[in-house]
């Protein structure tokens, strides 16, 4: 079997050209978000590390007849990644955001199975922003955060909620620039 013919024949099959049209441009949440992105990792399991210059990569395009915006996560770059990665600064992971109609918002599923971190959460639009609510599979409340969107960049924050139940920890901080 050839691999590379069965990968290229998943991804045609995923892969959409737009958004179905039974999801309203107001709807389109994540529609600016497909194309190819550099990151700077700012923080990364509460962990401040901007001093380490740690650069990452997100792919995104339309999937599933355009009900859905897939993408891939991944830190460090691939060209700077080795076999000898410190798995708790490892993702390599794909969050699946699928159109709900009745929900009127966007079903999401985190897999990050390099670092073992898996998530579900909705997110809608909250004035100029995305904000996506979930649970880790603990139970913790989780908070993900679009802020800042441009065309040409975004800032994305991942918090946590405390056990005070009123407090946010800021776990992850990132910074997006379209790549070229």
């Known amino acids: 079997m050839n691999t590379l013919h069965t990968g290229e024949a998943v991804f045609t099959a995923i892969a ?16 600016w978000f497909v194309g190819s992105w550099d990151l700077e ?5 509460a962990e ?15 999937a599933l007849e355009g009900l859905a915006v897939q993408d891939i996560w991944i830190m460090p770059r691939r060209r700077d990644r080795s076999p000898k990665l410190d798995s708790k600064f490892n993702m390599y992971g794909t969050t699946l955001r699928v159109w709900d109609a009745t929900l009127r918002a966007w079903r999401i599923t985190w897999l990050n199975p390099v670092g ?18 979930g649970t880790k599979p603990d139970g913790t409340a989780t908070r993900w955060r679009f802020t800042e969107i441009k065309p040409d960049s975004f800032h994305w ?17 990132f910074r997006g620039r379209r790549a070229e």
């Open 16 to 31: 959409a050209e737009d958004r179905a049209s039974s999801i309203s441009r107001q709807d389109d949440i994540y529609g």
């Open 41 to 45: 990792v700012l923080v990364y399991w």
């Open 48 to 62: 401040n590390v901007s001093a380490r210059h740690i650069g990452g990569e997100v792919h995104v395009t339309r």
């Open 116 to 133: 073992q971190h898996f998530e579900q959460q909705v997110g809608r639009r909250a004035g100029a922003d995305i904000v996506q609510l």
């Open 157 to 173: 924050l991942g918090e946590s909620l405390r056990p005070d139940g009123q407090t946010w920890l800021l776990e992850g901080e």
